[in-house]
């Protein structure tokens, strides 16, 4: 097995407390009330446990970040009537932002084959070709 050095060890990790209003959500999707309900009431009650990530790729020519993942915990912070939340910073293409989306929206449940098929024709194809090394 190859050792894993792409992945970004937590102390070299960015963090923010950003703005709510400067995240773009560019990859939204349906959610289950009830549970974003529970969710609400989790983030009042204890804080936010796990920080949105959002990519700054776009930020000095948009102003905005752009979300890739945690959409259901930015919209429960302005459902609370906070006005920031704290987020993971990565700078990213966006289709790699895209591909981190729906890998986190498909690890997170057991999407039946409708929702696997779903998810994946929002990726092109041709974007996405595995390339041989």
Not at 115 to 127: G, I, W
């Amino acid at each position: 097995m190859e050792p894993l050095n792409n992945i970004c060890p937590i102390a070299n990790r960015r963090y923010e407390d950003g703005p709510i209003d400067k995240v773009k959500v560019i990859n939204s999707r349906n959610r289950d009330q009830e549970q974003f309900d529970m969710n609400v009431e989790s983030i009042e009650g204890v804080g936010l446990m796990k920080p949105i990530r959002v990519n700054d790729k776009f930020l000095e020519s948009t102003g905005k970040y752009e979300l890739i993942c945690g959409e259901g915990r930015l919209l429960a912070h302005k459902q609370l009537g906070k006005t920031h939340v704290s987020a993971e910073v990565v700078t990213c293409t966006r289709k790699e932002a895209l591909l981190q989306s729906l890998i986190e929206n498909i690890a997170r449940t057991k999407p039946g084959s409708m929702d696997f098929a779903r998810e994946t024709t929002l990726l092109p194809t041709s974007t996405f070709a595995i390339q041989p090394k």
